[in-house]
């Protein structure tokens, strides 16, 4: 009986070693290169009405962001899975600057709205247009 338990406590032991999160993914791994090496990221759905009001945003500040559709990724389903577990929202738009996040859509119009947008990347604002 002592070595029945010996033996399920070992291969316990060695399947949680074996295990990987998707925070330890290639596509993590993917997310956390792309956000450091551009200084606007977005991940988007090209159908998605939010993702192209944050999209928008950047054009007003005539920014150009570094985006990634994930609807148009073999490999998108598992990026938004490791966005899930970095940033903790499965949803879509995310958005970062200068690798920080800075969240959705709403948060990117606020952030804009405020002034704080313009501020992370280091720019000046006359007049803003509504959205």
């Known amino acids: 009986m002592a070595v029945k338990f010996l033996i399920a406590s070992i291969l316990v032991i060695a399947a949680s070693l074996c295990w990987v999160s998707s925070a330890d993914s290639s596509e993590a791994a993917f997310v956390k290169k792309t956000i450091s090496v551009h200084k606007i ?3 988007s759905k090209s159908y998605c009405p939010y993702c192209r009001k944050a999209k928008s945003v950047f054009k007003e500040l005539k920014e150009v962001p570094f985006v ?4 148009e990724r073999d490999d998108g389903w598992n990026i938004q899975d490791a ?3 970095i940033v903790g929202r499965r ?3 995310q958005v970062f600057i200068n690798g920080k996040h800075i969240g959705g859509s ?3 119009v606020e952030a804009y ?3 704080k947008l313009a501020k992370l990347l ?3 604002v006359e007049n803003k247009d509504d959205l």
């Open 113 to 115: 709205q405020s002034g």
């Open 83 to 85: 966005l899930s577990e």
């Open 91 to 93: 949803t879509v738009p």
């Open 106 to 108: 709403d948060d990117t």
């Open 122 to 124: 280091g720019i000046e």
């Open 68 to 71: 990634v559709e994930l609807d």
């Open 41 to 43: 990221v977005i991940f």
